[in-house]
């Protein structure tokens, strides 16, 4: 696949290169491909900006080696093999999918390869499976849906009919969702898990849901199946008797317009959203509206906060596999979703989440916080962090 240098994407300038300047060689595995490939290209942009504005900050030098998942899990791994054994990578960083995350773990795991990861939720890979290769940039599945569950009880809701992709995440998610719910003394009437990329007509799981004495639906989707699952449910005509909430990805500022007026009034909870007030947000909203030409979403910025904590750790001396890896680990930053850590027991980020609402706005559909629900840690689950000797 491609390979860019930061001369390529013409920061050279911005660079400052010393005698002691270190080559980072990264690998950016993401689906360029398959149901998650805008996902992946929105990461990737983010993941760019985010070396061009605080690259200049490292003596260090960044290479770019990109690889496609397709959203395989077998090819994934095939895809970190290469990188590792053969191009040699100092770090990875990306995987969108719950399902490849999975399938990759034990490889970087044992490579001793650090891994950033800027999307996929996996709850094991920080909890059962944690690593201190692996450092979680993005959000667990449980973290973004647990408080919806509280919430949402708490706005009044008793009955809930849930639905989402038959995978790792859907499942996580779900269950997360649930765990709260119920401990508030909500109840899940229905539960469905749809085929995961092969679901196209949504209408039998909806007359479910219908028929179910549900107060409102509960869903994850993302990408296309997001977009064809939420333009689905307005035309069955649903939106009005049943609320739709779900976590944020339903409704992700990168498709919202692809969704239309089907979108409004959908409720989600997510750790971002562009319309978040902050002076960190307002720099990265200019910098990627400038950039690319929308307002960056929940992936964009996973990809952004990736490439400043890799800048964070090179500023910290860190040039090997080893030392890379434990750095990161401590990397904190106050950026666009907010003050963002990484909890030493589980190596996942610790943010805030925000519950927001589609709403009309003078450009477009937009996304109007309704809440912003604290930082927690989640449960460490059996993790055992071992150290990494330098
Ligand atoms: C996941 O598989 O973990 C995932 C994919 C898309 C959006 C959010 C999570």
Same mark, same amino acid.
């Given at each position: 696949m491609k390979t860019t240098t930061l001369a390529a994407l013409g920061l050279a300038t911005t660079i400052a290169t010393t005698a002691t300047a270190e080559d980072i060689k990264i690998g950016l595995l %993401?689906?360029?491909?398959? &149901?998650?490939a805008a996902l992946g290209n929105e990461i990737d942009a983010g993941f760019a900006l985010g070396l061009e504005q605080f690259?200049?900050?490292?003596?260090a030098t960044f290479e770019i080696l990109r690889e496609d998942t397709e959203v395989k899990p077998p090819v994934a791994l095939g895809k970190a093999k290469k990188l590792i054994l053969?191009? +040699? &990578?100092?770090v990875i960083t990306g995987i969108v999918s719950s399902g490849v995350l999975g399938a990759v773990r034990d490889m970087v795991h044992g490579a001793g390869v650090p891994l950033i990861v800027?999307?996929?939720?996996?709850?094991e890979a920080t909890g059962?499976?944690?690593?201190?290769?692996i450092t979680r940039m993005s959000f667990s599945n449980g973290q973004v849906n647990r408080p919806m569950g509280t919430w949402m009880y708490e706005q009044g809701i008793r009955k809930v009919y849930t639905l989402a992709p038959d995978y790792a995440a859907g499942r996580q998610m779900i269950d997360a969702f649930e765990q709260t719910f119920t401990a508030a003394?909500?109840?899940? &009437?229905g539960q469905d898990f749809t085929p995961f990329q092969k679901t196209q007509d949504f209408g039998p799981y909806l007359t479910q849901a219908k028929s179910s004495g549900a107060d409102a639906v509960y869903v994850f989707y993302a990408g296309g199946e997001a977009i064809s699952f939420v333009k689905q449910y307005d035309s069955f005509g649903l939106k009005a008797e049943l609320p739709l909430y779900g976590s944020?990805? %339903?409704?992700?500022s990168l498709y919202v317009n692809a969704q239309g007026p089907a979108a409004e009034g959908v409720i989600a909870a997510s750790?971002? &959203?562009?319309?978040? +007030?902050?002076d960190a947000n307002a720099v990265f909203v200019d910098g990627f509206m400038a950039k690319i030409g929308h307002a960056p979403s929940e992936f964009a910025v996973q990809g952004y906060d990736a490439a400043r904590a890799l800048v964070e750790a090179t500023k910290a001396g860190a040039t090997d596999r080893a030392s890379l890896a434990n750095a990161l680990r401590q990397v904190t930053f106050e950026g666009p979703r907010g003050i963002l850590s990484i909890d030493?027991?589980?190596n996942n980020i610790v943010q805030p989440i925000y519950v927001y609402e589609t709403v009309a706005g003078t450009d477009g559909l937009t996304q109007k916080v309704l809440a912003q629900l604290p930082s927690e840690a989640d449960p460490a689950n059996d993790c055992v962090m071992d150290p990494v000797s330098n």
């Amino acid at each position: 696949m491609k390979t860019t240098t930061l001369a390529a994407l013409g920061l050279a300038t911005t660079i400052a290169t010393t005698a002691t300047a270190e080559d980072i060689k990264i690998g950016l595995l %993401l689906p360029y491909s398959g &149901v998650y490939a805008a996902l992946g290209n929105e990461i990737d942009a983010g993941f760019a900006l985010g070396l061009e504005q605080f690259g200049g900050e490292t003596d260090a030098t960044f290479e770019i080696l990109r690889e496609d998942t397709e959203v395989k899990p077998p090819v994934a791994l095939g895809k970190a093999k290469k990188l590792i054994l053969q191009d +040699e &990578v100092d770090v990875i960083t990306g995987i969108v999918s719950s399902g490849v995350l999975g399938a990759v773990r034990d490889m970087v795991h044992g490579a001793g390869v650090p891994l950033i990861v800027s999307n996929a939720g996996n709850d094991e890979a920080t909890g059962a499976d944690c690593s201190p290769f692996i450092t979680r940039m993005s959000f667990s599945n449980g973290q973004v849906n647990r408080p919806m569950g509280t919430w949402m009880y708490e706005q009044g809701i008793r009955k809930v009919y849930t639905l989402a992709p038959d995978y790792a995440a859907g499942r996580q998610m779900i269950d997360a969702f649930e765990q709260t719910f119920t401990a508030a003394g909500g109840e899940i &009437v229905g539960q469905d898990f749809t085929p995961f990329q092969k679901t196209q007509d949504f209408g039998p799981y909806l007359t479910q849901a219908k028929s179910s004495g549900a107060d409102a639906v509960y869903v994850f989707y993302a990408g296309g199946e997001a977009i064809s699952f939420v333009k689905q449910y307005d035309s069955f005509g649903l939106k009005a008797e049943l609320p739709l909430y779900g976590s944020g990805f %339903l409704t992700s500022s990168l498709y919202v317009n692809a969704q239309g007026p089907a979108a409004e009034g959908v409720i989600a909870a997510s750790h971002y &959203v562009p319309t978040i +007030e902050n002076d960190a947000n307002a720099v990265f909203v200019d910098g990627f509206m400038a950039k690319i030409g929308h307002a960056p979403s929940e992936f964009a910025v996973q990809g952004y906060d990736a490439a400043r904590a890799l800048v964070e750790a090179t500023k910290a001396g860190a040039t090997d596999r080893a030392s890379l890896a434990n750095a990161l680990r401590q990397v904190t930053f106050e950026g666009p979703r907010g003050i963002l850590s990484i909890d030493p027991a589980t190596n996942n980020i610790v943010q805030p989440i925000y519950v927001y609402e589609t709403v009309a706005g003078t450009d477009g559909l937009t996304q109007k916080v309704l809440a912003q629900l604290p930082s927690e840690a989640d449960p460490a689950n059996d993790c055992v962090m071992d150290p990494v000797s330098n």
